[in-house]
């Protein structure tokens, strides 16, 4: 008489294995720009969403580059916004689709420049916070993204983070986006 530790290994072989598709990239990636804007020696512009501070955050929408669309999230600068360059690179591979988040800084800028600039969602305003207070308000996500980005900032490199995770170097394929 079969046990049932006898059957079931006749059972498991007896069934051919399903193949199914990854849930990674049904749909095209979300790509979005965050900008990193420091005041003085100490201090960071973040948009205030009713109590949530987080960076301030645009879309770069189809044929469009992340550097433009970087200009359409904070408005009213007298020369314009002083963008350096693009000082890190975020994948986050979600569900069904990649979220890539282009990070780009910009010069030093003064209380009185910040003063004059207004946030593309009227929702939310601009506050000039210590960067430590920031750091400590934002999720763990949002706290690597900065301080990756400041230290890319400081050394005149381009951060590339992959699911959390900071790597040695941007893929080919991003590295011109």
């Given at each position: 008489?079969?046990?049932?530790?006898?059957?079931?290994?006749?059972?498991?072989?007896?069934?051919?294995?399903?193949?199914?598709?990854?849930?990674?990239?049904?749909?095209?990636?979300?790509?979005?720009?965050?900008?990193?804007?420091?005041?003085?020696?100490?201090?960071?512009?973040?948009?205030?969403?009713?109590?949530?501070?987080?960076?301030?955050?645009?879309?770069?929408?189809?044929?469009?580059?992340?550097?433009?669309?970087?200009?359409?999230?904070?408005?009213?600068?007298?020369?314009?916004?002083?963008?350096?360059?693009?000082?890190?690179?975020?994948?986050?591979?979600?569900?069904?689709?990649?979220?890539?988040?282009?990070i780009w800084a910009t010069a030093p800028m003064t209380r009185e420049d910040?003063?004059?600039?207004?946030?593309?969602?009227?929702?939310?305003?601009?506050?000039?916070?210590?960067?430590?207070?920031?750091?400590?308000?934002?999720?763990?996500?949002?706290?690597?993204?900065?301080?990756?980005?400041?230290?890319?900032?400081?050394?005149?490199?381009?951060?590339?983070?992959?699911?959390?995770?900071?790597?040695?170097?941007?893929?080919?394929?991003?590295?011109?986006?």
């Amino acid at each position: 008489m079969s046990t049932i530790t006898t059957v079931m290994p006749v059972l498991r072989g007896a069934h051919p294995e399903r193949r199914t598709a990854p849930y990674e990239n049904w749909r095209p990636p979300v790509i979005g720009m965050s900008l990193l804007v420091p005041v003085g020696s100490d201090s960071l512009v973040v948009a205030d969403l009713r109590d949530l501070i987080l960076m301030p955050t645009g879309s770069v929408h189809d044929g469009r580059k992340p550097s433009e669309a970087a200009h359409d999230v904070l408005h009213g600068a007298p020369q314009g916004l002083p963008l350096l360059r693009r000082v890190a690179l975020a994948c986050t591979q979600m569900r069904r689709r990649k979220v890539i988040t282009h990070i780009w800084a910009t010069a030093p800028m003064t209380r009185e420049d910040v003063g004059a600039l207004s946030y593309h969602d009227p929702r939310a305003d601009i506050r000039v916070l210590p960067t430590m207070r920031v750091l400590n308000e934002l999720t763990q996500p949002g706290r690597l993204r900065i301080l990756v980005a400041l230290q890319a900032l400081a050394t005149g490199e381009t951060a590339y983070i992959e699911g959390g995770i900071v790597q040695p170097s941007t893929p080919p394929d991003l590295a011109n986006e």
